[in-house]
Each structure stands twice: as C-alpha cells, then as structure tokens.
C-alpha cells in the first residue's frame, strides 16, 4: 500500500482500537446443520437389525415401520411382512380341548380291541365305529326296544364280528323276541368265543361268570323251545361254575327237572359214565382243582377214548401244571 502521512495512519490506528466499542462483536458462525433431506444414515449391521426386530416382537408390540426396515435389512426384498402376533403373557390359562379319536373301545374287553385295531375295517366317524352300534343297543334294550337292539348289535357285528359283548346281547334280544333256534345260534357262537379267548385277556372270575350266563341263556333258549333235555344239560353245566346267582339256577333247574319227570323223559335223559365224568372234571378245573380235574379227565379216557374235548382239556390240566411232556404227548 501506499505511505500514509503521519496523521493520517495515527487517525486509521485510533479507529481501529475504537471500533469494537462502536459495534457489537459479531457472534460466531452456528455450525451449518446439514438437511434431513442431505443426511445419511448410519447404516445399521444385520446383526443390530435382527436384534432390534426380535426385541420388538419380545415386547409385543404392533409391527412398525422401523421393524418393517429391519426385517428388510436382514431377508432381503423378498420378504413378504405378514406382521408377528403378540406373545402369550406368563399367567395365561390355556383351555385344551381334545377332538374324540376314532376307533376307541371302552366298552369292550381288552383282547377285543387288539383284535380290532389289527381289523380291515376302518371307520369313516365315530358313528360308523362297532362300538357307537354297541352302546345304541343296549340304549334300546334298557327302553324294552327289543328289535331296535337287535338291529344295533347287527351293526355293530357287521364291523367288527369278534365284538363279543354284542353277540351276548343280540341272543338276549332273540330270546326277548322269542325266537329261540337265534338265541341258541349266538350263545353257542358266545360260548365258543369265550372258550378260544386268551387266558390273559380275562380273570378265572369273569370267564366263570360269562359262560354262566351264556350257558343260562342257551339253556333256556332250549327249554322256551321244547327241548328240555338240551336245557337241562345247559343248567346243569352252568350251576358247576359255581358263581354268584347259584341259588336262582338252582331254582330253574329244580323247575325244568320237575318238568321233565311229568313228561316222562327222565330214562332219556341218563348220561353215561364217561359223560359225567367229563362234567366232574369240567367243575374241578374251573375251580383250579387240577389233580382232580386230571383225574377225572383220564378215567373219562379210559372209557370212552373218542373224548376228544376231555382230552383237550387234559392238555390244559397239563399245562397249567407244568408236565410239559405229557402235554405233547396228548
């Protein structure tokens, strides 16, 4: 610059030191804020991202927009958000209600279900099932709807012919509807099927107590039909089992004798020796009287070698009491 005259510089330096005083000190530039439009974002991990959205979903809270970024950021554009429903809280009581199984049995024994789950026959719903068929019988047999009950435990039997409840109950039905030669058919078939039924699928107790009843049943299918022989036969055979009820088969068989003796058809009805010694031998081993249902069994043979049924039965005896090799032998 130029040389300024003395005065002249004196008048520039007073100016100068007299300026602040003259004007306010100018504040100090702000620093400059940058848009939200110009600001970027720190870009969040994956991992932070997942973290956040699972906290979000902890909490139970309604899915936002940030957990929307979040779940982008972690899958990808492909994600189609369908939103997470809110967690069930620690004190809630949940209520569960169980939709009833086809092919459940209640009312039939044990070796009966096991034979039916290993059946052809699969129920469409839980009327088609043998055991809904069942229980509608004895429904109707309780209102003295004898032909409804039949027809039911045809139904049942139709799928599932081992169901043995329903044939012991459709013999009571014929003999109900008085028609004994049906009554007779499915006692025997009854008795035939308890005879074959596992030793483990029920008691001595109940086995005693189902051929009472079914032998009861023929018996007096027998006697409602003119045969009182047959009848006869039947009771006697089933007051052996010796079970509770004795005292009214003993009743009817006291009946049934006396009738039998008006109609002269007492020498008819002499059975031979082998006969009741087969029968004594039935009664011992019902009542796990094995030597004496043995002894019995082998005199009967010593008689009548043709026993094939007394025969078989001493095979049981054998069994039971472990002689394996004479077991075989017979």
Not at 90 to 103: D, H, L
Not at 221 to 245: C, I, P, Q, R
Not at 289 to 311: F, I, K
Request: net charge neutral; charged share 25%; proline share 6%.
């Amino acid at each position: 610059p130029p040389r300024l005259q003395p005065a002249t510089a004196k008048a520039v330096q007073s100016s100068s030191a007299e300026e602040p005083e003259q004007r306010p000190k100018a504040a100090e530039p702000a620093k400059a804020k940058p848009s939200q439009a110009s600001a970027a974002p720190i870009p969040e991990t994956p991992a932070e991202a997942k973290a956040k959205a699972e906290e979000v979903q902890v909490r139970g809270e309604a899915p936002t927009q940030a957990s929307k970024k979040a779940d982008k950021a972690i899958f990808g554009d492909s994600l189609e958000y369908k939103g997470v429903p809110s967690v069930r809280g620690a004190t809630t009581t949940v209520k569960v209600e169980f939709t009833p199984t086809i092919g459940m049995v209640p009312s039939r024994g044990s070796h009966d279900t096991e034979y039916y789950h290993q059946s052809r026959y699969k129920p469409k719903n839980l009327e088609d099932t043998p055991a809904h068929w069942k229980d509608t019988g004895d429904r109707l047999y309780r209102q003295h709807n004898w032909k409804g009950a039949c027809d039911a435990y045809c139904e049942a039997l139709k799928r599932d012919p081992a169901c043995l409840s329903a044939v012991c109950n459709r013999a009571a039905c014929w003999l109900r509807l008085h028609s004994y030669s049906r009554a007779i058919e499915d006692s025997s078939l009854a008795l035939n099927m308890i005879s074959n039924s596992p030793a483990s699928s029920c008691t001595a107790e109940k086995y005693r107590y189902m051929m009472t009843k079914m032998l009861v049943r023929r018996g007096t299918a027998h006697v409602w039909d003119g045969d009182l022989l047959s009848g006869l036969n039947d009771y006697n055979t089933a007051l052996g089992y010796k079970v509770e009820g004795s005292v009214d088969i003993a009743v009817d068989l006291e009946a049934i004798e006396e009738a039998v003796r008006a109609r002269g058809l007492a020498a008819q009805r002499e059975l031979t020796e082998a006969q009741k010694l087969r029968m004594e031998g039935d009664k011992q081993y019902h009542v796990n009287e094995l030597e004496g249902a043995l002894v019995c069994y082998t005199s009967c043979l010593e008689l009548d070698p043709e026993q094939w049924c007394c025969r078989a039965n001493r095979v049981a005896c054998l069994l039971m009491m472990r002689r394996f090799e004479e077991a075989v032998s017979d």
